[in-house]
């Protein structure tokens, strides 16, 4: 347990009320009782803000009022939420070591600080680095190396000839270094281009459950430091996506993209082959991106759901829009022409 | 084998024909030969009635006069023939212990009725109740509670502190109690929020492969019973899916979304999330909903598909829908001024 | 390495320069240097070509004259760069036996030149031919039947009674035989019907990472050869996907599906269960098919992204799109009469 006193000086919060009241967690403004601090960012939840029985509330200037018990106030609530989380949740120390039933060719190199779990799998050439933490059930491929604080959850398989950079966290059932969907035609058939190129994987990025990353062809398949993406993304061979970028679940990225920093992909967006999409872009959810996107801003080519009855009558006429086009087009001249006659 | 009157005895459907006929197993009508009961449910494959040649056919009144062999008339004629189906393909009598090559962790709590397979890994403070079957390959994290009668295919990841109910089927490749994808912006860096919360999934539910259920960040993320959930479908940290509803297969559902209960979610649409899907809400393939719903009913934004050239010219039209409903009203402006001076 | 005469005669290329040039890798326009082969195939990336240092160039005959270096000359370069690629970067021999701590039930039906790899499991009745590859992790179910020369790259689940054909490649994490989502209406919960079927692969087929095939109901889901599968495809029970036909990521195809021969099917795209593909259909990315096509052709219903704010006001006037038309059409009256009063 912290002081409110401790807690706003480790968040950067200015405390309204008494310094010393005891905290144990964080919770959700409804669900938070007298031990624990509750936190406001979303205006959806504002709602819940004056029935509060938390023993504070950690929101910005604008909501201090409405606030029934005392205040954390911070320029950015969610950025302080985050770390009062994580001042509250330690991480619990890691195990160190090879567990007994872990596979491990000779002549990895695994630092003493490093965890191995059970019936993991690394393969020879490996380079694994102080403190990571390896979960049960992982692969690690020949030749594959992982930087200082990288944890890899569980059942996590990592291909040959990966690098992994430091602090990096890698969900359960993430695939890096697969082979990039690379075909030739041969008449009707296909011939199956060798994907000889690597993956490699920046500071501090975070790969979602089930995501997989396919090595290059040729060259690398490159995520820049501090990219986060989320379960079940998709990203082809020969990709790079810039420095703090983050894509949410179920977006897939095709071969060869292009993606700048400080992008945000939102949930189950496509973006197409070949093309780049400049620094600072954002493509909202199911948006699909076929043709490079050169200056910063909002993206979309989502529709939102309506009733089927409606959606339908719509969807008819849409397939019909070229037409509809020209019977306006037609309008307009006899309307001109009669107008003209008119005037 | 069963005899026809064991079987319409047993599924509840009304036999027309002789009751000591022994049959096998059930096949699709094309299929079937003297030793299998046909069925037809869907009318799509009414056309292969006629020439079945299955011992017997699962069908409704409707079809009854076109069947040319014996008839297991029922109400529900679908779910006449998923009972025939189990009752004809009883599941094999699990194994129960530990296999040799699972790394169990002192102090797990195993029902000597349970079954863990070779290679898994329970951590330590888990328990697993009567009857339960961990396949191969699984891991099952620290606290994790696992109940009667579950099962967990192969290869299946349950982070730590999930709560599993009873007669839960969990397929290959499934994670479940992964983190969510929670990040605060700090400058353009991202700062990860610590993902606290566990997962509670209900008594029946059913879980496909390679699908994802993250855990909460603070409270619990929630299935409840009997939710049926496909392949590949990504559930967010903090969902919460009612009972009975049903979701096919690629769905993403968004951090913190509500979904109701006997609720139908087809392939591949997205929920955006901090939104409420009311009860008895049926979303389309591919629609994708970004707004809270609080009618019953059935709600769409999907667009099927159309030769290239054709959709082509009609979405260049859609880039231009503003601009065209603009014109169309100047025209209606004109042509009501100029009938106006008409009349 | 190779000489470029070598290289030049195996890849079927016209070579124009020094037949006895040394080369030792093949390397993308703008990487490649003096000991490597570079290729040209996509038009994107013809503006590297004048600039290239390597040693020589695949490339078709409309470019031979932008380059600066010796060429080989190709009718199908693409085919040319697979197969020099092929060619300087030959598969390592495979391990053979079976790793000391991989779980093989008596009676497993194994190829002496087999490898099944550390941690893997191979269930009863499996039969495994010569030179197949079951990497580490892996699960290979009672009843599976793997073919001559098949590789399980990682962490790949077969389940119980999968057939796979010779020469197929299955990437990390995919399942194959994962239970079909069949389900019946039983008042308000859900009858789960069991699935009986199985899954055949045949020759040369190729699934990707995390992809998912879900075994029959009743009959087997079935791939035919040399049908290519990329990361995070689902494709569902009783599907029938024809000859040489290519699916990208991300595509989900429900059950009962029937694709034919030598279709490609682009990322994201949704095809819906119970209709018939005919042979030589080419979906577009994120498009959804609803219903059978018998032609052959490109078929589309997709949205390329656009500007927000220009997005938004075009989806705007789409929801009110059945109202415009109808407006449209008053005003073509109100004219057509006021033109007849005028004629």
Known sequence: MLTLGELASHIGAVLSGDATILVRRVMTLSKAGPEDVGFLSNPHYRRHLVHTRAAAVILGTADVAYCPV???VSENPYLAFAKATALLNPM?????????????????EIDASAWIGPLSVVESGVRIHAGVIVGPGCVVGAGTSIGTGTQLIA????????????RVVIHPGAVIGSDGFGLAKDGE???????????????DVEIGANSTVDRGTLEDTVIEEDVRIDNQVQIAHNCHIGAHTAIAGCVGIAGSARIGRRCTIAGAAGIAGHLDICDDVHITAMSMVV????EPGVYSS????????????????????????RRLQVVEQQLATLLKGNS
Chains 1, 2, 3 share one sequence.
Do not use: Y
């Open 92 to 108: 619990e120390p890691a195990p160190r070591g090879i567990h007994a039933t872990a596979v491990v060719a000779s002549g990895a």
């Open 70 to 72: 005392p205040t954390l």
């Open 291 to 294: 043709q490079p996107i050169t």
């Open 302 to 325: 989502n529709l939102p759901a309506k009733p089927n009855r409606q959606w339908r009558r719509n969807v008819a006429r849409f397939h019909h829009l070229d037409a509809m086009a």
């Open 189 to 203: 058939r296909w011939f199956k281009i060798p994907q000889v190129g690597g993956v490699i994987i920046g500071n």
């Open 155 to 166: 059942n996590v398989t990592l291909c040959h000839g990966v690098q992994v950079g430091d």
